[in-house]
């Protein structure tokens, strides 16, 4: 039981980095999920491969540019900062993606509606499509939440004390390989299926307040 | 700084690279099979053979890939089982796979029209050829593009067997830049090489989505 009381001291970093790393997409990703279809090719193109990229690389390498690339240079990043930049940056990127689809979900009517109310494309996007796209695209939000919860578990290559850290801590410090990792699985079990659970009610709630 | 390490440090990172795709091949090979099963079985009309099927594919898909590799990998040999780093990163990332594709490919047998089986069995076929001539084959391909999304995604996670010291891409990119403290140009290089996978294949998943649109 000492394996588990360990173990979950973990979890509000897995948290914050998790809550960090999301809070910055779900905010970055607007402007990027905007300039994904702007009206400039220059700009759409610059968006399009910034989200690729981000996408693309698989998240321990970003981590790791960050740490090591950006944090042995003239600045020093910590390994918090390093792994909440890293999950900030994708996250933007799979959050704009998210909203993209949110917006194509809204139907013309809503656009066709609201410019024949003499809006302009300003007040369209914050007043009436901006909050629909929010809410469609809550669902596809929690379910890339809680695979950001199970992708920070990566932060603990650069030494960020979360959950699979202190199980590795464990592992060592006992010499027992396999207790405190399984240990790991479960806490990361039960603290996602409930998440998935309610994502999925959510999903249904949902889906009836959105005009379509 | 950067063209001239990358001049000297690209047979590495290649070498890492070969690794990293037969590592995934592996995993997918050995996962996706395993994730049919585990979508007949999560579909079965036996209850218990259903509720224990769902258990096991949340208890996969609630795991981190990270987790279930330092089981495989540091675990399993304190009970006497053993493998390599090589197939304890294809095995790790293969389990992920069966329980992340058993729910695709369940969404795709669901798919498949209930008159299909009906009128099946009003053909007079037994439950398993209707299984393995009519379900499979149509849920399968329905299921096709979202599998190359989900391959993509585990390429990206053999990234994570450097920290079973698997000489893969991201270990030769890492070992390299730790010996010349030129982290930014190498894993720069690293990242590009990933990229120049995982984009053209991101592609090619849309373009088989677009197609399958249309024959829906």
Redesign the interface.
Known sequence: MGYLQAIITGIPMTLLVTVAGFTLGAIGGIPLALARRSRFAVLRIVARTVIEFLRGIPPIVWIFLIYFGIGTGAITISPLGAAIAAFGVISCAYMAEIYRGGLSAIPAGQWEASAALGMGHRDQLSKVVGPQVLRVSIPASATYAIGLLKDSSIAYTVGVQEILFNADMQAKQASDAIVPFLYAALVYVIITIPCAWAARSLDSGLRRKVAR | MSLSDWAENYPALLSGLWVSIRVTALALGIGMPLGLLLALSANSPKKVLRYVTIGVV??G????????L??VY??????DVTFSSFFSAAIALALTTAAYTSEILRGGLQAVPSGEVEAASALGMVNRDTLRFIVIPQGVRVAIPPLMGFAVLIF??S??A??IALPEL?SQ??ST?SST?R??SI??L??LM??AI??PA?WLTGRAERRMARHL
């Not at chain 2, 898909?61 to 279930?68: D, F, H, I, W």
């Not at chain 2, 540091?74 to 009970?79: A, C, E, S």
């Open positions: 949340e208890i898909r609630g795991t981190p890939a990270l987790v279930v330092q089981i540091f675990g399993l040999p304190t009970v990206q996670a990234s994570l450097y920290t991201m990119a890492y830049g403290f982290y930014m894993l720069g690293a990242g990933y990229a995982t984009i991101s």
